[in-house]
Structures are given as structure tokens and as C-alpha cells.
């Protein structure tokens, strides 16, 4: 073991003075990683899976109301709370920095889920359905989750393996690149050149309860107030 | 044998010979509710877990408030007659039995939980370390895996402290019993023979588990709030979890030892045996307890209120003056208020009232599980993240399964084996003969 330096460490930037909460992340990240689709009762008690969300937050008072949308997504933590409470190493930090989770190895505590702060994992209380025909849009690349396994954003780590194999070095999470407003950009944090590095170092950029320790390596891009 | 000792003998062996009907009247339809635990278990296990009422951000729910709860009442035998042992206490004789079989069986129903609550069940043995194919391990950091091998540790213990004292009893049964009964008491009595050099190793071996065990005891529920203290989460992360949940398992542990002894006294008309002194004694210790549980109460939610923390304060709101306030306050009354006038006030105190204060505790300690479980997970700190709970009717079929499978495992062994011991008992009157 020992700490071996990764050649890559993957992050993202969002600037939320140009999301729009327009949820096109969502429906993408939906198609990308073959999400299970809900239905309106599960819906209700709140058990449809997004693995990325836009939070709205309201300010002010009516008339005077303005809203402030956040994407939220796995923050992909250095130091990340879901995984030292893991009784089985399911969920843990790859060599480019991912915090990933490995569904056949979850026994489905449900514990990471609780000591995420961000509250992004979502869970498969069922075997996962598509009404017909949506089980043909599926990406074969993402693997299907079975029922009681613990799930969440991978950052898309297919695409990035994709991209290795290629050797490309032009990789958009699906959520980045359906993003209308060009307000997501992902990159490694490690090449200080690359321009979600140059963001994360602008005066700009906050991280989501950075004060946890966390130490996530999603980067909040907002007008300094 | 003098008289004193035959009496002895043939009150508390009455108890094991026949099964009435009354018996079986009792004991039928709460098998019944615990089939049907059962058969609601397994529609869990087909459908998959959603069919509970857990959902997110509440990803635990009644199962782990009924762990709480059933592993908190297993603390009755062990520290009550471990205790009492080391103290040489010596009304403790013929209480000790039936806390110590409390003890086991809440410990099997608590056990359960957590493989009940998991989302695979089926593979829940991979918590354990056992050696394997593709070398994978548990992961020890995990509060978890903390959790299984202290309550493993605790169930063996506790069954061996529960043994021991019952060798010489299965012994005499061997000799006066006839078919499958004096097959099963011959198995277990080991061949005791009642030498000097075997009741010298009993003694021995008793000082010493009543030892380990309390050590156990007190590890085993102070790992069961770190399963909570360990998380960032707000209201759970709190550094006096280990001894506030050790202090309320005792409380509730002495109130169920509290309900079956004033049950078996009745039923089993051991008046003699179990008697207002036993009851006394009893009654002021879960007095004690409810005074400290209320002061750890006390010290958790003021300091929490006066540091104003924006996500603690959600959390403390919910419980204090919002929708789960009705389950806080009636916590409050039934833990603190119900044993305090009943058993304070010496008039008041008696076996009944005794009783009522008890069955209060137990309601108040499952309200007290409830109420820190649940509103800390439905107020994470991402406002936008919040929820609600619920239980289905699977959570509540499987809940109220485990009261009546406790009530069914502890009339199965009260039908099997003396609820007294009697062999602790009988020097005790000899004595009080002289």
C-alpha cells in the first residue's frame, strides 16, 4: 500500500450564478446511469433516486422572493464520512481519488447513508423496473443495481474509464455535458493547467460544508457577497 | 433433608409439572402473533425492504429503535444479578434466575435486528471475519462490525451465566423426572454429582463470569450508542451516548424484571419466594435509575438548546415543540415523572405500583430510542434533504412479534426449568429457620 500519488484526481466545478435549475443534469444522469424509474407512490414517500439533485433554497419575503438553486451531487470527499462506517468495505476511495461503491459487496446497512452529510446516497428498497420500453435505452456500461444495495454518483467513472482506454483526455460526465448553461465543468485537479483546477483556486469557489472536514472535491462557484 | 427444604423444592418444581389449560390459553395465541411475525419477516425478505416504512433521509427505522430497546432490556440479568452477586447481596437469590433468563432471550430477539433491518439479509454473515476465498475482510473501523462481536461476546456470556447456576438444579430434576425430561436434565446437569470439589469450582466460575460479564455488559451498550455517537450527524454526535444508553438499558432492563417477576409471582403463586422486600429493593433501584437516566436526559438536551447550533436546534426542535414533541413528552412523563411520585413517595410504594411505574419505563425507554433515532435522521443539515417517517404495517407486525415471542420463550423455560434457584435458596432459608 503506502501513499502512492495517482496520476489523476478527479473534481468539478459548478457555478451556481449560472445554473438555472433547469434539471437537465438530472434527466441526463438519469439516461447515463440507468437510475430505476419511480412510480407515483414511492415517489411521494420519498424514494426516487437522483443522484444529482437541484436543491432551491428561497430568499426574502413575498413579493420579493429569490430563488437559489443548488446542484447537489456525491461530493466525492477526501475524507469521506460513508466510509469508514462501511462494516464491509463496500463503499471506499479508488487510486484517482473516487469515493465509489461496490453494489455486489453492499449488505445494505443504510449506515453511509446516514453519516453523509450531503445526504446523496440513495438506496434500492426494491429490484429496480423499467416500464416497457425503457429497459432498451439501457447503457451497458453502467451495471444494474439489484434490490438492497446502497447507490450514488460515480462522477461517471465508465466515461473516465472509457476515456483511459482511448486515450482521450476529453471527459464529460453526463450531467456536465447536458448542462445548458455550461455552469458544470469537470476536470483533474491535479493538472493545475485544467480549468476545473484554475476554478477551485478562484476567490470564487466554496466547498458544501467544508467546515465538516470533509474535504470534498466539488467546488461551489459563487459571488462573493 | 429437613422439611424446610422439601417445601422449598416442591413449590418451585410445581410450577414445571402439567400444562394447563390456562397455560396454553396464554401461550397459543401469542405463538400465533409470533407466526405472524414471522410470515411478515418473510414478505420483507421476497419484496424487499421497501415494503417498510423506511425511506430516505430516514434510513432507520423501527428496526433499530426495537434493537435498542431489546438489547437495553437484556441489561436486567447480567448487571442486576452480576451486581448483586459480587455484592453478596443476599436478597438478590431468588431474583437472580429469572433476570439472568431475561437477559438471553431479549438478547436473541435484539440480535435479530439487525439482520432484519439490513437491505440483503441473506449475506449478513459477511460481517463476520471468516477466512475466505478472495481474502476479503470486514472492515474493523466500522461501528458495525464493533456492534456483532460485542453482542455475539454478550450472548455467549450471558447464556454461560445463565448455565452455570443451573447445573445443580437440572441435577436434582434428573433424579425425580421420568422420559425426555429426565433425558434433556441428564444432558445438561454435565454429571454433576455434588461433590465439594465441584460446588468449590461452581463458586469460582460464577465470581468469575459475574466479572467478565458486567465488563461486557457495559461495553456492549456503550458500542450500541457509538453506532449512533460515531456519525456527524446532529444530536447523535455526542460524546455522553455511551453512558446515557448503559444508565437507560439498566432502567429498562430493572422495570422488565420488575413486570415477569410480579407476573411468575402470581401465576406461579410463589408469593413466599418473591415477596414485597424483593419488590422494595427492586422498586428503589429503578428509582436510582430513572434519576440518572433523567439527568443524562437533562445534560444532553440543555446543553444542545443553550448552544443554539442552527442543526442541532432543527433536531431539538422536531423533539421538543414540534411533530415529534407528543412521543418527547410523553417519554418525559412515563420515565421520569410516573416513577417518581409512585416509587418516591414511601406510601405509595408497593408491588402494584411498582408494576405500573415499570410498565410505563419500558413504553417511555422505547419512546426514548425512537425519539433519538428518528429526528435526527428526518432533519439532516441540508434543509433541502428532509423527510418524514412512518412505519408500515411489516415494522409494526415484526415489533409487537418480539413482545410476544419474549413472553413465549420465557413461559417455555419457566416450564422447563425452576424460575428460582433453588439451591441458592435453600442454605438462605436454613439460615432464616435458625
Known amino acids: 500500500m503506502g501513499a502512492k500519488v495517482s496520476e489523476h484526481r478527479w473534481g468539478m466545478a459548478i457555478d451556481l450564478d449560472r445554473c438555472t435549475g433547469c434539471q437537465a443534469c438530472v434527466a441526463a444522469c438519469h439516461a447515463e446511469n440507468n437510475l430505476p424509474v419511480s412510480n407515483p407512490e414511492q415517489a411521494a414517500k420519498g424514494r426516487a433516486v437522483h443522484w444529482i439533485r437541484v436543491d432551491r433554497y428561497y430568499e426574502g419575503e ?7 438553486y443548488r446542484p447537489v451531487l456525491c461530493q466525492q470527499c477526501d475524507e469521506a464520512p460513508c466510509e469508514p462506517v462501511c462494516p464491509v468495505y463496500a463503499t471506499y476511495k479508488n487510486p484517482e481519488g473516487l469515493n465509489v461503491q461496490v453494489y455486489n459487496r453492499c449488505v445494505g446497512t443504510r449506515y453511509c447513508a446516514n453519516n453523509c452529510p450531503y445526504s446523496v446516497r440513495f438506496f434500492n428498497w426494491f429490484d429496480p423496473a423499467w416500464p416497457e420500453p425503457l429497459q432498451l435505452q439501457h447503457n451497458p456500461d453502467v451495471s444494474i443495481r439489484e434490490g ?7 462522477f461517471c467513472i465508465q466515461r473516465i474509464q472509457r476515456a483511459e482506454e482511448d486515450g482521450s483526455s476529453d471527459i464529460q460526465p453526463a450531467c456536465v455535458q447536458s448542462c445548458p448553461a455550461e455552469a458544470m465543468v469537470f476536470g483533474d485537479l491535479n493538472d493545475s493547467e485544467s480549468n476545473v483546477s484554475r476554478l477551485a483556486g478562484s476567490g470564487r469557489a466554496t466547498q458544501l460544508l467544508g467546515e465538516l472536514g470533509t474535504k470534498p472535491k466539488v467546488f461551489y462557484l459563487e459571488r462573493a457577497k | 433433608m429437613n422439611n424446610a427444604a422439601q417445601d422449598v423444592r416442591r413449590d418451585l418444581w410445581r410450577p414445571l409439572q402439567g400444562v394447563s389449560w390456562r397455560y396454553l390459553a396464554v401461550i397459543l395465541p ?4 409470533t407466526l405472524w411475525g414471522l410470515i411478515a419477516w418473510g414478505y420483507q425478505l421476497h419484496h424487499g425492504i421497501g415494503v417498510a416504512g423506511i425511506r430516505r433521509p430516514v434510513f432507520w427505522g423501527f428496526y433499530l429503535v426495537d434493537f435498542v430497546f431489546w438489547i437495553g432490556i437484556s441489561h436486567a440479568g447480567t448487571l442486576i444479578s452480576a451486581i448483586l452477586r459480587l455484592t453478596d ?6 431474583v437472580t434466575r429469572a433476570a439472568e433468563a431475561i437477559t438471553v432471550f431479549a438478547l436473541m430477539i435484539g440480535g435479530m435486528f439487525p439482520i432484519v433491518h439490513l437491505g440483503r439479509a441473506w449475506i449478513f454473515y459477511w460481517l463476520v471475519p471468516y477466512p475466505n476465498s478472495r481474502l476479503l475482510w470486514p472492515n474493523f473501523r466500522s461501528p458495525l462490525v464493533w456492534d456483532l462481536t460485542a453482542i455475539s461476546t454478550y450472548l455467549i456470556g450471558s447464556t454461560i451465566f445463565l448455565f452455570l447456576p443451573l447445573i445443580p438444579d437440572v441435577a436434582q430434576l434428573a433424579k425425580h423426572t421420568t422420559g425426555w425430561r429426565r433425558w434433556l436434565y441428564r444432558r445438561l446437569a454435565l454429571g454433576w454429582t455434588g461433590s465439594d470439589r465441584e460446588w468449590h469450582a461452581l463458586e469460582r466460575a460464577m465470581k468469575l463470569m459475574a466479572g467478565i460479564i458486567l465488563a461486557v455488559a457495559v461495553s456492549v451498550h456503550t458500542v450500541v450508542a457509538w453506532d449512533f455517537s460515531m456519525a456527524v450527524a446532529p ?40 415477596t414485597p422486600h424483593h419488590f422494595n429493593n427492586l422498586a428503589k433501584l429503578l428509582l436510582l435509575m430513572s434519576l440518572l437516566w433523567t439527568y443524562f436526559t437533562v445534560a444532553e438536551n440543555l446543553t444542545a438548546w443553550y448552544g443554539n447550533e442552527p442543526k442541532e436546534m432543527a433536531v431539538f426542535g422536531a423533539r421538543a415543540r414540534g411533530v415529534y414533541a407528543p412521543y418527547f413528552w410523553t417519554m418525559v412523563v412515563c420515565n421520569f415523572f410516573v416513577p417518581f411520585v409512585l416509587l418516591g413517595i414511601k406510601k405509595l410504594r408497593s408491588i402494584k405500583t411498582a408494576l405500573i411505574a415499570s410498565v410505563t419505563v419500558l413504553i417511555g425507554m422505547w419512546l426514548e430510542r425512537y425519539i433519538i433515532i428518528i429526528p435526527t435522521l428526518s432533519r439532516p443539515r441540508l434543509t433541502a434533504a428532509w423527510g418524514s417517517y412512518a412505519p408500515s404495517w411489516v415494522e409494526i407486525s415484526i415489533t409487537v412479534a418480539t413482545f410476544t415471542t419474549m413472553v413465549v420463550l420465557y413461559l417455555s423455560f419457566a416450564k422447563l426449568f425452576p424460575i428460582i434457584s433453588i439451591w441458592e435458596f435453600k442454605p438462605h432459608d436454613r439460615v432464616s429457620e435458625s
Open chain 2, 235 to 274: 444530536m447523535w454526535h455526542s460524546t455522553i451516548f455511551g453512558p446515557y444508553f448503559v444508565a437507560g438499558a439498566i432502567f429498562s432492563g430493572i422495570a422488565a424484571l420488575i413486570i415477569a417477576m410480579a407476573v411468575i409471582r402470581k401465576t406461579m403463586r410463589l408469593e413466599q419466594y418473591l
Open chain 1, 62 to 68: 413575498f413579493p420579493n422572493v429569490r430563488v437559489k
Open chain 2, 89 to 94: 447481596a443476599e436478597w438478590r437469590k431468588p
Open chain 1, 148 to 154: 438492497g444495495v446502497m447507490e450514488k454518483c460515480t
Open chain 2, 30 to 33: 401469542l405463538s400465533l402473533v
